[in-house]
């Protein structure tokens, strides 16, 4: 191929699942990922404090989150590829300070109009590793200076070593709704290895507690594939989430990430993680126990145990919605372009509550993005809308040609392999479809690059 002439469209083949009898095993050879920026242009340097004066000008028009960054944490867990800054009790107060700065200059823009916020989440990091008076504050100085929604999900995630009755208390009288803490197993012989610090006992009080105050819906993270996991260790796993009367769940699959300590232990032969082909049967016996429990699904990796869990800010910010972001490191979407707030916590702090421009970088949205959303939403649910993937092209070009005739041929063939089913005027995912959700949105975005209508926007 010549320097500069464009890369020839993949054959449509390699669009397809593999058919079997064992889709869990073998539909596509990978759980491809659909990467964030799918379509998006990077801004010129130069061009990037101009967006940040413009975006924070303007009123805001669309659904939006807010995401905010707390990034620091006791140790660096092996399978963990967020890891920032080491956590030191003397930096919480000033950490803080900085982010309340940035929220005051923040209320006194114009983008602080607009809908109000459907969710925030305090992420990381480790958010819990927060004194219970900073963790107050904090949640206070949201509430004072965002526009939120009357039912605004505010979630606090962190980790059971760090978290206790006070810190709790101390969030939920602020407006906290959620906890969600990192657990990945109950099993102590397959955290141990992990880095992880707490025992079995200790997460089992604290949940307890969390559950007994009856304040917010309390969440966990599970993950599926680590090292000395069996299928069963994942089931069981999900039945003592329900024994415990959690709210929710979200089932992950292990994401081996480049640089972290668990793949270098990995590589070197000192831990082994499950293989690839065996994936879909930790995820079968996961599904299968959340719905022996009477578990609804809610999105393809999270699981409903009560009605008091809605998972608000996780599938607004899969599905398109923009995304306020405050804190060193915080990622955002707002204004058509993605940004990250700069993550060196000397620099944040001198910056923020000033109008200088805190991101160092950014990405301008493709303008076939509502239609990428429209495809995502509906693969994140499980129940893929024909109809509202329509309105999106429609409304970007009129007369187009339709959704459903340019992807029929992959349609059919995903239905033929076992991975979608007819549902009224939607395609839902069976559970080796939701098993294999991401490497699906991935190819069928990738089909939709090759429309007739929308290959040259």
């Known amino acids: 191929m010549k320097d500069g002439a464009p890369a020839p469209a993949p054959k449509l083949e390699s669009f397809f699942a593999q058919l079997s ?56 867990c092996l399978f963990c590829g967020f890891y920032q ?32 916020l459907q969710a925030i989440y305090l992420g990381g990091g480790t958010p819990t590793a927060l004194s219970a008076p900073d963790i ?57 290895p992990l880095g992880r610090k707490t025992g079995r006992e200790g997460i089992l009080q604290l949940l307890e507690t969390l559950v007994a105050l009856d304040r917010g819906a ?16 994942v089931a069981a796993d999900v039945r003592l989430c329900a024994d415990l009367g959690l709210d929710g769940l979200d089932l992950y699959s292990l994401n081996l990430i480049p640089g972290t300590p668990l793949l270098t232990a990995i590589e070197k032969g000192k831990m082994e993680s499950a293989l690839p082909t065996r994936l ?3 995820f079968d016996a996961g599904e299968e126990a959340a719905l022996s429990e009477g578990w609804r699904a809610i999105s393809t990796t999270h699981w409903q145990g009560s009605l008091r869990e809605r998972n608000v800010y996780n599938v607004a910010v899969k599905t398109g919605a923009d995304c306020l972001a405050f804190g060193a490191g915080a990622g955002g979407f707002l204004g058509g372009v993605n940004y990250r707030i700069n993550s060196d916590l000397k620099t944040f702090a001198e910056l923020a509550g000033t109008d200088a421009c805190l991101a160092p970088g950014m990405m301008r949205q493709a303008a076939t993005a509502p239609v990428h959303n429209a495809v995502k939403s509906g693969m994140e649910r499980g129940l893929l809308d024909p ?24 349609l059919k063939q995903w239905t033929q392999a076992g991975l979608l089913e007819a549902h009224h005027r939607f395609h839902r995912l069976t559970r080796a479809g939701r098993f294999w959700q991401v490497a699906m949105t991935g190819r069928l975005l990738g089909w939709l690059g090759q429309h007739p209508n929308l290959k040259d926007l």
């Open 387 to 410: 109809r509202h993937v329509d309105r999106s092209i429609a409304a970007l070009i009129p007369d187009a040609t339709s959704f459903s005739a340019h992807a029929a041929p992959l």
């Open 136 to 192: 107050a504050r904090l949640v206070t100085a949201l509430r004072r200076h965002l526009p939120l929604a009357p039912d605004c999900e505010i979630t606090l995630e962190g980790r059971v070593f760090s978290f206790d009755e006070e810190k709790a208390r101390a969030g939920f009288d602020a407006g906290v709704t959620r906890v969600s803490l990192g657990i990945q197993s109950f099993n102590d012989a397959i955290r141990k």
């Open 21 to 76: 009898n064992t889709p869990l095993a073998d539909a596509f050879p990978g759980k491809r990922a659909v990467h964030p920026f799918v379509g998006m242009a990077p801004v010129p340097d130069e061009d990037v404090p101009g967006h940040w004066d413009r975006i924070h000008a303007t009123p805001r028009q669309n659904r939006a989150v807010a995401y905010v960054h707390v990034p620091f944490c006791e140790n660096h």
């Open 85 to 116: 800054n080491a956590w030191r009790p003397d930096a919480g107060a000033p950490y803080v300070d900085a982010v309340v700065r940035q929220l005051e200059r923040f209320a006194d823009s114009p983008a602080q109009e607009g809908p109000p």
């Open 280 to 282: 879909g049967d930790f």
């Open 218 to 233: 309390i969440v966990v993270d599970l993950i599926y594939g680590l090292p000395k996991q069996t299928p069963e260790d």
